[in-house]
């Protein structure tokens, strides 16, 4: 068995997933992999929640030898792994692209939600270039990145949104969406708890560091707003992407301002006493396969040295 204390053993790591079923996977083997990887963790680390680190944080005392869980984008398979967790009495954090939660809603829904899916088949459109006409101002939405988030930014400001003439196209639904992809809003609410904790990770996953005020504005405001209505409340974000250039002085501002207590990025290191409660660092776990060594391995955080030599060198 490969223990993490030959690995590290100070500080609390943060592992983030995306997936848990990958493509040439056998769903039963796919979850006897996770069965494996929960009870390595159980075995070596203590599995905190979200709200223990948040309460760490503030009062300079993070729980020892923790490990948080985190999953990214809250993808429909999540419903498929829950009772895994569940099992193991392993508390998770779903980090959610309220846009793309918002377009898997069905029924009657609220103006921001509806606002939310609208910019967020803008932002997603795949099809040949559709004008639209945004209170007089004609902009094209399809191949043009440029164009589509002008689009976006007019349709925030513009008096009323749902007067506008949007093109069948961009009804998403209407489209024929294919199979389901994420969580929706009613899914992410039932799943909500101490043990299973709902974070933002923005409306529509854009790197939040390039795009206009405005549009950070809404991607964080709009993200707390629909959360915070369907679980009570929402104190975690996660950048979307969460590398280098993603994040500013901006986007931590803005963050904090929207009521955000906590903010995750994408890189291997330890969350220490003092690390800015605005970039805590994940260890992210790779969108393929893998061995149950290789897991332990990077679980444990055999790249967070690596990182830091890296990181070291380029300076050099």
């Known amino acids: ?62 729980p020892p030898n923790g490990l948080l869980v985190t999953i990214d984008d809250a993808k429909i398979e999540i419903l498929n792994v829950l009772d895994i967790f569940q099992s193991f009495d392993v508390p998770i954090s779903i980090f959610a692209c309220v846009g793309w939660s918002a377009r898997e809603s069905s029924g009657p829904v609220s103006p921001e939600i509806a606002l939310a899916t609208l910019v967020t088949n803008i932002q997603w459109y795949q099809g040949p270039p559709l004008a639209l006409d945004i209170e007089g101002q004609l902009l094209r ?61 923005s409306v529509t996953h854009i790197k939040l560091a390039t795009a206009s005020l405005q549009r950070l504005d809404y991607e964080v405001g709009a993200t707390q707003k629909i959360l915070t209505d369907a679980i009570g409340r929402c104190q975690s974000f996660a950048y979307p992407y969460g590398m280098d250039g993603t994040h500013n002085v901006n986007t931590y501002r803005v963050i904090r301002e929207a009521g955000f207590e906590l903010a995750f990025l994408t890189h291997s290191d330890l969350i220490s006493a003092g690390t800015d409660r605005f970039k805590l660092p994940r260890i992210s776990m790779p969108d393929r396969a893998m061995s149950h060594a290789e897991f332990c391995l990077r679980a444990g955080g055999a790249g967070i040295p690596y990182r830091k030599l890296k990181s070291l060198l380029s300076v050099g």
């Open 1 to 62: 068995m490969i223990g993490h204390s030959t690995i590290l053993n100070a500080g609390l790591r943060a592992i983030l997933f995306h997936h848990f079923f990958f493509g040439g996977d056998n769903s039963a083997d796919a979850r006897e992999r996770l069965k494996r990887q929960c009870d390595w963790l159980c075995r070596n680390f203590n599995l905190v929640t979200l709200g223990e680190v948040q309460r760490g944080l503030a009062t300079g005392t993070l």
């Open 141 to 201: 939405i399809g191949g043009d990145g440029d164009q589509r988030a002008r689009a976006i930014d007019l349709i925030l400001n513009c008096a009323d949104w749902t007067k506008l003439d949007v093109p069948q196209e961009l009804d998403w639904k209407r489209q024929g969406k294919g199979p389901r992809v994420c969580c929706s809003i009613d899914e992410l609410s039932d799943m909500a708890s101490e043990r299973v904790a709902i974070g933002g990770h």
